[in-house]
């Protein structure tokens, strides 16, 4: 299961959780106030690729 950053509609806390892909969008509840307000957000990671882009990719 892939994992995914959320952030909370109420209290603005960020959070992850690992997710089924068709389950992603739904929002989750969060882990600092328990409101059903988790929506998910862009990922800041700054690559997807471990050791940067493969070839043909860049």
């Given amino acids: 299961m892939p994992l995914y950053e959320y952030v909370c509609g109420q209290c603005d806390f960020k959070f992850e959780t690992l997710s089924a892909l068709a389950d992603a969008h739904k929002k989750r509840e969060c882990p600092k106030c328990h409101k059903l307000t ?5 990922s800041t990671n700054s690559s997807i690729w471990p050791l940067g882009e493969p070839a043909g990719f860049g």
Avoid: V
């Avoid at 988790?38 to 862009?42: K, S, V």
């Fill in 38 to 42: 988790g929506e998910r957000a862009l």
